[in-house]
């Protein structure tokens, strides 16, 4: 696999609707576009690569990131994982998010607001070794902007233990709920249930200094933005702008 690129060179606006990846179950929800995509995609860390191994399923959750119209991952070079995508395998890539639990009237209209992705694609393992130390410095700068040029390197032993995946995006859909409680019109004065929106927000704490900090240390400049309080969803938007720039 080649280098990952500097920037996006596809015009299509939106993804291909495919019987793959066409949001069927309250298809109102669904969304197409690329900007909507990669948004709910570029604000998360965390994904799930779901998988098949010899007929039986698989669901890896992992680290990834996206460049354009490719996604990345990482793991261990002896995970069941990466041995099954060492020469190419059909992955599904998930991520979502979520904001709210709602309390309805019935136990049907219970429901919670989301921000979800599938992504299509055949994963590959990344075997070229300058794009590979490459990649791997680009995921720590994904999360922590600037930071591989503050750190060593990895030794041979890392490198030789680590493996990193790429995926082109062949198709891909998001779903999105984002909505108060919705109700049978005769339950809202029928039903005496008391009905609610939680919201709910993953935000970062006060850090934890390690206890061997060479004194005199600070906070890089490119960690301006992880202050106590700021929700993560949007703190890794901005750490994804900031490494990657508006263009991917």
């Not at 495919?18 to 860390?45: F, Q, S």
């Not at 049978?184 to 939680?198: H, I, K, N, T």
């Not at 935000?203 to 929700?231: A, Y």
Request: charged share 25%; aromatic share 8%.
């Amino acid at each position: 696999m080649t280098s990952p690129p500097d920037s996006v060179t596809n015009s299509d606006a939106s993804y291909p609707v495919t019987p793959v990846n066409k949001v069927k179950r309250v298809h109102e929800r669904g969304r197409y576009d690329k900007a909507t995509v990669h948004a709910i995609l570029d604000a998360a860390l965390v994904c799930h690569i779901a998988y098949v191994i010899d007929g039986r399923p698989f669901c890896t959750p992992t680290g990834f990131w996206r460049e354009g119209e490719h996604l990345y991952w990482h793991g261990s070079s002896a995970s069941r994982m990466i041995r099954s995508q060492k020469e190419g395998v059909d992955v599904c890539l998930t991520v979502t998010h979520f904001d709210s639990l709602v309390m309805a009237r019935s136990g049907f209209h219970h429901s919670v607001n989301y921000r979800a992705v599938m992504a299509f694609g055949k994963a590959h393992v990344i075997d070229d070794p300058e794009v590979k130390l490459k990649l791997m410095d680009r995921f720590i700068d994904r999360i922590y902007p600037g930071r591989s040029k503050l750190i060593r390197q990895p030794n041979k032993q890392e490198f030789k233990a680590t493996t990193m995946i790429g995926m082109e995006i062949e198709t891909a859909s998001a779903k999105i709920r984002d909505k108060h409680v919705a109700d049978e019109e005769e339950d809202y004065a029928g039903v005496p249930a008391w009905s609610a929106l939680y919201p709910i927000t993953q935000v970062l704490g006060e850090p934890s200094e390690c206890e061997r900090q060479i004194p005199g240390l600070t906070r890089p400049d490119g960690m301006s933005d992880f202050e106590p309080g700021t929700r993560f969803d949007e703190l890794m938007s901005r750490s994804y702008r900031r490494t990657f720039g508006d263009n991917t």
